[in-house]
């Protein structure tokens, strides 16, 4: 399994599936992230958190351990 806290910067990536639950999957689906939605990784801070993405058109910010969730193709 691929998640999206490993995707290169620079490359677009399709979700597969949400791992998760209760709080932590519902701010990544209020995020707009869901199966089959197309995800830009746009820059990863030096330490790693957070990693900046383009969603949808809009530009987000998600946490390390948020993106371990977010299984991608």
């Known amino acids: 399994m691929k998640t999206l806290k490993e995707t290169a910067v ?15 999957r519902r701010r990544i689906m209020d995020m707009g992230m869901t199966k089959g939605t197309e995800v830009t990784v746009r820059k990863v801070a030096p330490l790693g958190d957070p990693i900046e993405i383009t969603v949808r058109g809009y530009e987000l910010s998600i946490r390390k351990a948020d993106a371990e969730m977010v299984e991608i193709s």
């Open 10 to 24: 620079g490359q677009t990536v399709k979700i597969v599936r949400v791992h998760g639950e209760g709080a932590v």
